[in-house]
């Protein structure tokens, strides 16, 4: 098993550009996220996505766009990069612990994208 | 709504010596609790985890934590360190049911002195 991964290992982009971060995983989670790792900020949940077909917004969403495209793959997109968005992005993906009950499991992550915006 | 502190910045330690990092957590039960560690360069890693049962659970690594609910903490202990332990260190929250999300505190840089 690969677990989660992610591509570009690193970006440089200018002010203006776009791009997407891949992220697959193979472990057939439900759940998976998109956080950024900023120095002295911790992880700052961007979006996540519950289950195929469903997305929702994190704690610092603006400037950002994502796709579940199936099960395994959840994209994330950068419309016009900024110089703000300079940050390491994981994905991360996890069942539920109690599928009724819908509790916090571990979550697996990738091993980052390092963008920097120009 | 769930929160966690994590007191440490930074911890300076002797190669040999003792650690121990501190977690203090804010919930409104007994909540799941997750210490991950993030070596340089590297994605976060699943060193151990509390759900429920025997408050001190053993992870990898050699690494131990203690749930201890008066003072709803769960600070995480190794009794000799290595080297390669130098890392970030992240303690996390969740919840036993409703929220799948984790909350995560802002890490602990651990410097490993020879």
């Known amino acids: 098993n690969a677990g989660v991964t992610q591509t570009p290992k690193f970006q440089v982009l200018k002010t203006g550009q776009s791009m997407t971060l891949q992220c697959a995983q193979d472990?057939?989670?439900?759940?998976m996220y998109w956080y950024r790792q900023d120095p002295g900020m911790g992880l700052r949940l961007i979006y996540y996505s519950a289950s195929e077909g469903t997305t929702d917004k994190g704690e610092v969403p603006n400037g950002y766009n994502v796709s579940r495209l199936n099960k395994r793959e959840f994209s994330l997109r950068l419309e016009s990069a900024a110089p703000s968005q300079t940050s390491v992005y994981f994905c991360?993906?996890?069942?539920?612990?109690?599928?009724?009950?819908?509790?916090?499991?571990?979550?697996?992550f990738g091993p980052g994208t390092r963008l920097t915006v120009l | 709504a769930q929160s966690v502190t994590q007191p440490d910045i930074h911890i300076t330690v002797s190669e040999g010596a003792s650690l121990e990092l501190r977690c203090n957590y804010s919930y409104g039960a007994t909540p799941y609790l997750f210490w991950y560690v993030q070596s340089p360069g590297q994605g976060l890693q699943l060193l151990l985890k509390y759900f429920s049962g025997d408050t001190l659970v053993q992870g990898i690594k050699g690494f131990e934590a203690e749930f201890k609910r008066s003072q709803s903490s769960f600070n995480l202990r190794k009794p000799s360190v290595h080297w390669s332990d130098a890392a970030e260190y992240f303690c996390?929250?969740?919840?036993?049911?409703?929220?799948?999300?984790?909350?995560f505190g802002r890490g602990t840089s651990l410097i490993v002195h020879p």
């Open positions: 991360a993906s996890s069942g539920v612990r109690g599928r009724l009950a819908g509790g916090t499991d571990t979550q697996y």
């Open positions: 996390a929250v969740g919840a036993p049911r409703g929220s799948y999300i984790p909350t």
């Open positions: 472990m057939n989670h439900n759940s």
